[in-house]
């Protein structure tokens, strides 16, 4: 059998799944030719798969050194770089792909997904800015130029280079909304309603279009679509906690303070302990010393899965917020902690009647909100898709549940934009004695 002949009978079997087949293949072609650049590449991937994350980067990266012109090599061992959590390597090797191959269309679009999630992504603007010179008609160059200057917190240029791919045809759908959002936070709110109509025009069931097209003509929804939500942060999920460490995000140790704090006033850990909307399971290990049994709820998938990865959680759920408060729990919790998750519910009435349902006699809740101006005193979306509350609003809304509103602490929760955002943590607390307030 000729060379090319054994490589692409390892090709096939590897694409069908048989490992086996393919790892003799391809020590075939090398055995013949030690030096065959797809011989190691595909060897590299194979290996790869079975856990030897090594020897895979040593044989693709030896192929690309014999043909640095194999946009699909650097593409792969950029994937395998982001798989690994190697996240500027893997910019980087999207970046040799595309400027090996114009054409390649997946190395484009893991570049554009990447470019915006790096938070690094300042060190690598000028060889971005570079492509788009060398590239100047491609959408996907653009793109990724934009969502590198947006995570560089220069806004008004990432707008513009947005504008440009979104000119030059690339698919409008997260485009146009990320373009959006950067316009309404730069108070551009009339050029950003024009790109969502256009796109809920194109794009009538988008969920992510029709919510930001109703925060930026300020409608008030009751809450973000639970489908947004999930898709949101089902894509967020690998690079949560990177771009959260860029943002000073400061409010999962803020609550984990103030449980610490409760937990050493009653002079032993808590029984039964909820993190609701726990994402990643950044407040899991901060927490985890004063929790006997710590659950975590979460809408996404993707965050749960990251959760898991932490090993400090007793019980992962997948589910909407208040729906698991208000269903029949095997347990109630002696503490609730709720971080950065509220600003995606607008009208609290049934978050404080499930807190009030879930929680035991005398157990706290800790939570977090924004509190940037409310024009009616009671809750606002804001045009980045966020809700803020105010704090005379919590405390009517937990009262009428039947709840004891308590500490109320102003904080710096996060940076946006080069800016502190404001909120509170506050506490509410479940009487001690069933129908005594």
Request: glycine share 8%.
């Amino acid at each position: 059998m000729e060379i090319d002949d054994r490589l692409a009978a390892g090709i096939k079997a590897h694409q069908s799944g048989d490992g086996e087949t393919a790892l003799e293949a391809y020590k075939a072609v090398l055995a013949e030719n030690p030096d065959h650049p797809d011989g190691l590449h595909y060897l590299g991937l194979l290996i790869f798969n079975k856990d030897d994350p090594d020897n895979a980067i040593a044989l693709i990266e030896h192929a690309l050194e014999l043909n640095p012109m194999n946009a699909a090599a650097h593409n792969n061992l950029a994937n395998i770089f982001k798989l690994l959590g190697r996240r500027e390597d893997a910019l980087k090797g999207y970046i040799r792909a595309v400027d090996a191959d114009a054409g390649h269309e997946e190395a484009w679009r893991n570049l554009s997904m990447l470019a915006g999630d790096t938070a690094k992504a300042g060190d690598v603007l000028s060889v971005l800015g570079a492509i788009t010179e060398k590239f100047p008609k491609h959408p996907e160059a653009w793109c990724s130029y934009g969502q590198a200057l947006r995570r560089a917190e220069r806004p008004q240029e990432a707008v513009e280079a947005l504008e440009t791919a979104l000119e030059l045809g690339i698919e409008p759908a997260g485009v146009a909304v990320r373009c959006a959002r950067f316009l309404a936070q730069l108070g551009q709110e009339d050029r950003a309603i024009a790109h969502l109509e256009r796109l809920v025009e194109k794009y009538p069931d988008d969920a992510d279009a029709q919510f930001y097209l109703a925060a930026a003509k300020g409608e008030q929804l009751s809450q973000a679509p639970e489908d947004y939500v999930k898709a949101h942060f089902d894509s967020f999920a690998p690079t949560f906690d990177e771009v959260l460490t860029a943002l000073n995000y400061e409010t999962p140790q803020l609550i984990a303070d103030k449980v610490k704090a409760l937990a050493a006033k009653v002079g032993h850990p808590f029984e039964d302990v909820a993190d609701l909307g726990c994402g990643s399971g950044l407040c899991g290990p901060l927490i985890r010393e004063v929790s006997a049994k710590l659950s975590g709820i979460d809408l996404s998938a993707g965050m749960l899965k990251k959760a898991a990865s932490r090993n400090v959680y007793d019980f992962l759920i997948e589910g909407e917020l208040v729906a698991f408060l208000n269903a029949d729990l095997p347990t109630q919790f002696d503490i609730c902690i709720c971080a950065d998750t509220l600003v995606y519910l607008g009208d609290l009435k049934p978050f404080f009647e499930g807190i009030e349902k879930a929680l035991k006699p005398g157990g706290v809740l800790l939570a977090s909100v924004e509190t940037q101006d409310q024009p009616d005193g009671t809750y606002h979306l804001h045009d980045a898709g966020r809700y803020s509350h105010a704090p005379s609003y919590l405390r009517k809304t937990a009262e009428t549940a039947g709840l004891n509103y308590g500490l109320e602490e102003c904080v710096m929760l996060r940076k946006e934009l080069g800016k502190d955002v404001m909120g509170l943590i506050f506490q509410v607390q479940k009487p001690a004695n069933p129908g005594v307030g």
